[in-house]
C-alpha cells in the first residue's frame, strides 16, 4: 500500500525537513506526500525549504502542497508592492508587507539576500500562486486551518481555511471524512493524545510549532501517515536566531 505522509507548518526549517523526510520516514517513489502550507518565515532557511519542495516536486516522488496565511502574506506583501506608486514625497507605504513583517516575512526576505518583496524571483511567486486550498482524499480533508461549517459549502470560504483558528467539524457537510490541518500550534501530548481514540477523532491537529524550539511542548515537525495513523515527530534542528 502506497504511504500517505501529510506534513504541516515547516517555517523554514529547512534542515529539520530534510531529516524528516530522507532519515526518518526515508521516502522513496512509492510515497505520496501532502504539505499543509505555511513553508515559510519564522525559521531562517526559507529559500532553502522552497528550493528542496521544487526539486520534491519535479522527482518522481508523488507530492501536492497547500497554500497556508503565510505564503497568502507573502503574495498580498508583493502584489500591492507591484501596484504602489510614489506620492510627491517619493514616500508610499505598503501595509500587507507591514503585516507580512510582523508575522516574520523580513526572515524571508532575508532568505533571499534582499530586503525588497519585489525582488523575490518570480519562478517562487508563480509557485505559491498556485497553491491548491485543499485536497479531498477518500477518508480525509487536507486543508491548511480548517473549514467554515456555518457556510452550506464548507469550500467556498477560501480565507477561513488559511487564516481561521477554529477548526469545528460539522460531518454531514465534512461527509463524514477526517479533516487534517495545521496552522494553530498545539503541545506535542496533545498531539500525541489525539490518535488515542482515533476512531472518534474528526479532527486532526499536525503543528507543534517547530520554530518554538526553545519552549517546553513545542519545536517539533510532525508527519502523519494516512493509512495508519503512524506520527513520526522530528526535533528541530535549524538554527533559529531571533
Given at each position: 500500500?502506497?504511504?500517505?505522509?501529510?506534513?504541516?507548518?515547516?517555517?523554514?526549517?529547512?534542515?529539520t525537513l530534510k531529516t524528516l523526510l530522507e532519515d526518518r520516514i526515508v521516502v522513496t517513489d512509492e510515497d505520496s506526500l501532502f504539505f499543509l502550507g505555511d513553508y515559510i518565515d519564522k525559521g531562517d532557511n526559507n529559500k532553502e525549504v522552497l528550493d528542496y519542495l521544487l526539486n520534491l516536486e519535479r522527482s518522481s516522488i508523488h507530492c501536492?502542497?497547500?497554500?497556508?496565511?503565510?505564503?497568502?502574506?507573502?503574495?498580498?506583501?508583493?502584489?500591492?508592492e507591484k501596484e504602489l506608486?510614489?506620492?510627491?514625497?517619493?514616500?508610499?507605504?505598503?501595509v500587507r508587507l507591514m503585516e507580512w513583517f510582523s508575522?516574520?516575512?523580513?526572515?524571508?526576505l532575508m532568505s533571499f539576500n534582499t530586503q525588497a518583496v519585489e525582488k523575490i524571483p518570480s519562478l517562487y511567486i508563480n509557485w505559491m500562486r498556485q497553491l491548491q486550498y485543499y485536497i479531498e482524499l477518500d477518508k480525509f480533508l487536507l486543508v491548511h486551518a480548517g473549514f467554515n461549517c456555518n457556510m452550506q459549502d464548507i469550500f467556498e470560504d477560501k480565507n477561513y481555511m488559511l487564516y481561521s483558528?477554529?477548526?469545528?467539524?460539522?460531518?454531514?457537510?465534512?461527509?463524514?471524512?477526517?479533516?487534517?490541518?495545521?496552522?494553530?500550534?498545539?503541545?506535542?501530548?496533545?498531539?500525541?493524545?489525539?490518535?488515542d481514540q482515533k476512531e472518534k477523532c474528526f479532527n486532526i491537529y499536525l503543528d507543534n510549532g517547530v520554530y518554538?524550539?526553545?519552549?517546553?511542548?513545542?519545536?517539533?515537525?510532525?508527519?502523519?501517515?494516512?493509512?495508519?495513523?503512524?506520527?513520526?515527530?522530528?526535533?528541530?534542528?535549524d538554527k533559529i536566531v531571533d
Open positions: 500500500m502506497r504511504r500517505q505522509w501529510v506534513i504541516s507548518d515547516i517555517h523554514g526549517c529547512y534542515k501536492v502542497f497547500l497554500r497556508g496565511n503565510h505564503e497568502d502574506y507573502c503574495l498580498k506583501a508583493y502584489d500591492e506608486i510614489p506620492d510627491e514625497c517619493n514616500f508610499y507605504s505598503n508575522h516574520g516575512g523580513l526572515k524571508t483558528k477554529e477548526c469545528t467539524v460539522d460531518k454531514v457537510k465534512t461527509k463524514g471524512k477526517i479533516v487534517v490541518h495545521g496552522h494553530v500550534p498545539l503541545k506535542i501530548n496533545n498531539i500525541i493524545s489525539q490518535f518554538m524550539k526553545d519552549i517546553i511542548g513545542f519545536g517539533n515537525l510532525i508527519a502523519l501517515e494516512l493509512n495508519t495513523f503512524e506520527i513520526v515527530i522530528q526535533p528541530c534542528i
